[in-house]
């Protein structure tokens, strides 16, 4: 099994580098790759995913992402951002299911911005489409207005566009998914007004009748929002676009106390995944040696359950995740008085150690 190693920039290195040594020490005979991507590579080779960091990512049968962006690289044109890597590995690889588990653990209840009782206990899972929608729909660009309220002035625009596969495909996901959970699923969307989203409901009710065991419901993007702020375990899995699922994914990330608690898995039809905390770089708090870890640690446990089939191995670092927290150990993003103070590299060794 191969395993590639994709840190970035900005605390990318820093947190992937507590989830390899997690994964050196279960000793389960995997061949570890590391290479630049985003920013990193920019600088190294003035692309942000260069053909070899492609090539390693399409070859091994999982990946393990850090972070990429930073807000020094705004102001080069776009297809050399860094986060153009991983929309192209999203692209390249046709990773269109993202899941974003949303759990707050009972250590860390009162760090959420909910009140306790609205989040204790809290386990959601949101299922982004990550590969079509407004993000990747052409045609996309600027150009002087030829029409509108302002004929004449520059103006830009970007297409909001979904197939009937696209919808079929991540409907069957969010379904099978709910199977094994609360076995019921809410699809968001935007129907009211938006074409691309009358057809996604129309889709997800159709494929609905083929699982008769899970219950479906329907909600208008606007109030998902509102419901997941007022009643959040009101949810089980959520199925949403692109865009609003990228939205409402980081506010249900909040929910649970801090987004660097958070995982993620993106997978393809072929089960192959891309693993990754779903927070961004966090310039603000790069190399100052605070970043949480435990993110990127529980992503690689994602990775050994979908894409590795090593359940137990993920089980033992989800266990040692919560064996830490309960020692009362808390990078500055969940520290609360009454708990213990400690750096991206402490918080590594200790859930190593946890691991016994
Ligand atoms: P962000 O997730 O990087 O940071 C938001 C806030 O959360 C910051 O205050 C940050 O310090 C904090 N934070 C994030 N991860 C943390 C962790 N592990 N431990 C403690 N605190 C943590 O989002 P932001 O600021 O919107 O974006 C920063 C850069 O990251 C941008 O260039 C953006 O494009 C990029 N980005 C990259 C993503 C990716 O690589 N998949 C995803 C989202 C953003
Ligand atoms: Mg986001």
Not at 37 to 51: D, K, Q, R, S
Not at 278 to 298: F, M, Q, R, W
């Amino acid at each position: 099994m191969k395993i590639a190693i994709l840190p970035g920039d900005g605390i990318g290195p820093e947190i992937v580098a507590e989830a390899v040594k997690v994964l050196k020490v279960l000793d389960l005979n995997f061949e570890l790759e590391t290479a630049l991507v985003g920013g990193a590579a920019f600088e190294a080779h003035g692309h942000p995913l260069p053909e070899a960091t492609l090539q390693l990512a399409k070859d091994a049968d999982a990946i393990l992402f850090g972070a990429v962006g930073d807000w020094k690289y705004d102001t080069l044109d776009r297809p050399l951002r860094p986060e153009q890597a991983i929309l192209g590995l999203r692209k390249n690889l046709g990773l269109f299911a993202n899941f974003r588990p949303a759990i707050c653990y009972p250590q860390l209840v009162d760090a959420s911005s909910l009140k306790r009782e609205l989040v204790s206990g809290l386990d959601i899972l949101i299922i982004r489409e990550l590969t079509g929608d407004i993000y990747f729909g052409q045609p996309r660009g600027r150009r002087i207005a030829t029409d509108g309220h302002f004929p004449g002035a520059e103006e830009a625009f970007d297409t909001m566009r979904y197939s009937r596969p696209e919808i079929e495909r991540i409907a069957h996901v969010a379904f099978q998914a709910a199977r094994k959970r609360g076995k019921r699923v809410t699809s968001v969307d935007k129907a009211n007004v938006l074409e691309t989203f009358q057809l996604w409901k129309e889709v997800v009710t159709e494929i609905g009748q083929q699982y008769p065991d899970v219950a479906l419901d329907h909600m208008y993007v606007d109030n998902a929002a509102m419901q997941l702020v007022k009643a959040p375990k009101k949810f089980d899995v959520v199925v949403t676009g692109n865009m609003f699922g990228d939205i409402l994914s980081d506010a249900a990330a909040m929910l649970t106390g801090s987004i660097g608690m958070l995982p993620s898995a993106s997978l393809n039809d072929k089960n192959q995944g891309l693993y990754e905390p779903s927070h961004g770089s966090a310039p603000d708090i790069a190399g100052k040696g605070v970043a949480n870890p435990l993110a990127t640690i529980l992503s690689a446990a994602m990775m050994l359950r979908f894409s590795l089939n090593q359940p137990e191995a993920a089980a033992r670092i989800e266990q040692a995740v919560d064996k830490v927290l309960s020692q009362g150990l808390r990078t500055p993003d969940i520290y609360s008085d009454g708990t213990t103070r400690v750096g991206t590299v402490e918080m590594g060794d200790a859930v190593v150690k946890a691991l016994g």
